[in-house]
């Protein structure tokens, strides 16, 4: 089925690892995104990115890198994990204004101990 | 920067019953577009309903619906006749040139 596909579903880290969170769309759609989603502050933006090749900070970029080398493909890199990362993550796509909302991925679980 | 506002942490409504949603934002700005997304246990996330900022009519999806009032600031969503399946979080967000924002969201149940 077309959409976003985002894997692992679930992560367990130990503080100080590394790790990439995987997202793919196979709908060309220029604008990817990637947020966090923390009990009882919504969804926060980490990073997003207009095209291949461009990348822009959010709301929440420290401790997270990106790049976009294809139209298709958005990686999540986290550095070095930090309990403070534990979250919920989504990846997301749309056309360039949005207007039509976002399709989301399914998710990621992360938990950093 | 826009701010989303959801200020019902939690609703709860009887099956079959109507319930209705708040949210309020914060902008300057006169062309921009505002969703609904649901969130169920499965995590996805899911697209309810979705509202032209430039268009005074309400939207409508089947038994959802919004209010939407542009000088108020305000796009509430109403459910009616309210099932077992529409219990899940309920994200209101606005975008403007590709930057969404979300509110904090709500819990709503779902009470047979």
């Known amino acids: 089925n077309a959409g976003v596909t985002q894997t692992p579903k679930f992560q367990v880290l130990k503080t100080g690892q590394s790790m990439t969170l995987q997202c793919a769309q196979d709908m060309n759609h220029e604008y990817m995104s990637w947020y966090r989603q923390d009990p009882g502050m919504g969804l926060r933006l980490i990073h997003y990115?207009?095209?291949?090749?461009?990348?822009d900070q959010g709301e929440v970029p420290n401790g997270y890198n990106v790049s976009r080398s294809t139209t298709e493909d958005f990686p999540l890199r986290l550095l070095s994990a930090a309990p403070s990362q534990t979250s919920v993550y989504f990846c997301?796509?749309?056309?360039?204004?949005?207007?039509?909302?976002?399709?989301f991925g399914s998710g990621t679980r992360l938990t950093v101990v | 920067a826009q701010t989303v506002t959801q200020s019902q942490p939690e609703m709860s409504v009887q099956e079959a019953e109507t319930v209705t949603l708040s949210c309020t934002y914060d902008?300057?700005?006169?062309?921009?577009?505002l969703f609904w997304y649901k969130q169920p246990p499965s995590r996805q996330m899911i697209l309810v309903i979705r509202q032209e900022a430039y268009k005074q009519q309400n939207a409508t999806e089947n038994r959802f619906s919004v209010n939407f009032q542009k000088a108020a600031k305000s796009f509430s969503l109403k459910i009616s006749d309210s099932q077992l399946g529409d219990a899940a979080m309920y994200f209101c967000a606005y975008i403007q040139n590709n930057d969404m924002r979300f509110g904090a969201g709500t819990r709503l149940t779902v009470k047979p």
């Open positions: 990115s207009v095209g291949a090749g461009i990348t």
């Open positions: 997301a796509s749309s056309s360039l204004r949005g207007s039509y909302g976002y399709t």
């Open positions: 902008t300057s700005e006169s062309d921009y577009y």
